[in-house]
């Protein structure tokens, strides 16, 4: 199966993606995750102001059948929350590269991103799978 | 455990499952389908069309004898001597210290001769050790590799069975009953018997003709829709039907379990009786109860459930986000005292304490 795997954006092992823009930082999953997941019925993302840490859990997301952690693909400051999910998760199945954003986070170090993968190694990994 | 690790087993149907692209897991040490399509559809088409379920890792036990109805009345806690030819009852088969072995079906081939018990996949292996040990005579076999079994459930399952069997017209058969027949020359056993609380059966069927049948039963132009594990799990916590691992195991009392009605102290004696019955007689600590949420969040097994003040009073057993009613549902065991309907208890969800309540069970009401 294909995804579509945008080439700007970096990826984490754990299937979120994060577009860079300057020092912010926009967070959703993957396509790949979100077949992976099946139906989201249920979100719970971390509040304004929210200190989050790279490769650390700052939220939830749960399908009908399974319970899955997000992880910060940076360190910093949430500065804005994609609440319309919390009454209606929908988009994170029908659009997650764009509508089904998660939170934005205002990075503390351009360094954490060597640490995260570009388009080419993800869609290898999700090759793999 | 590490042998089922290394070589996982394979139902008669594993290749249809590949060729219809499911996903694969591991399940009781067999590879099954967990999904085919979407959880949703897949639900959905068991409630108002008719489901298509490979349980052919279910275990087979036949029990035959002069000794048989000693042996099950022994071994099981239902009334197993009230069983006629072509009848079927739900039963548990305790251990020695009150807890179960296992929840099982017991299928009634010919009275006092005869006897079909058909037990969990994850299980089979112990209860057939376990009967055997404390078999009172019967003739006893494991005859779960003789045996398929496709489970066909579904406000449509008897018009497609009607048109798929000819032997045996199922629209004439009360629910819980049994009768034997032919498929294709291959022997079947046709059980009004199902897991998703809707009309069906359950087609035990020689394992050579296990993927005839399927095919056939997909191929007719009512088209039944082949069901995941994954929707079998929400179809039967709707319900409310223990799965044993979650609502039960071997510390359960059943009377805990509310299986109440399928204990019959009274008609027989029985493995454990005095330790199940005292259990009740001095009073239950505990209850299975089902419980919806009054705020935001999705019960699962092994969360716990907890007063407004955070003291633990129970702990979930199974739960989900229920497809029929679009709300999270789960099923816990709860201190006695907040066991009644309306009951306010708390669902610790990643240490926040969720409101929840005490509901009717089941969950959906067919």
Redesign the interface.
Known sequence: MAFHVPEEFYYTKDHEWAQIDENIVTVGITEFAQDQL??V??V?LPEEGQKVTQNQPFG?V????A?SDLYAPVSGTVIEVNSSL?DDPSSLNDDPNNTGWLVRIEMDSEKELAQLMRAPEYKKLTAEK | MNQTIQNPLKTPLYNEHVKLNARIVEFAGWQMPI?YT???DEHNSTRNHVGLFDVSHMGEIRVKGAKAVETLQWLTTNDVAKLESGQAQYGLLPNDVGGLVDDLFIYCLEKNQDYLVCVNASNKDKDFAWMTKHNRGSDMTDESNHWGQIAIQGPKAFELCDKIFDTIKISKMNRNEIQVGKFMGHTIMIATTGYTGELGCEVFIESAGTEKLWQALLADPIKAVPVGL?AR??LRTEMKYSLYGHEIDDTTNPYEAVLGWAIKPMAKDFMSKTQIVAAKENGLKRKLIGFKMLD???P?QGYEIKTSAGVKIGTVTSG??S?TLDE?IGIAYVDFAFSTEGSEIYVDI?GKLIKASVCKTPFVIK
Do not use: A, F, M
């Open positions: 099946g139906e019925v249920y719970d939830v749960e399908s009908v059948k319970v919390v | 999904q979407n959880l949703k994954g799990d929400i935001r969040g999705i699962r989900t986000h497809i999270p990643r």
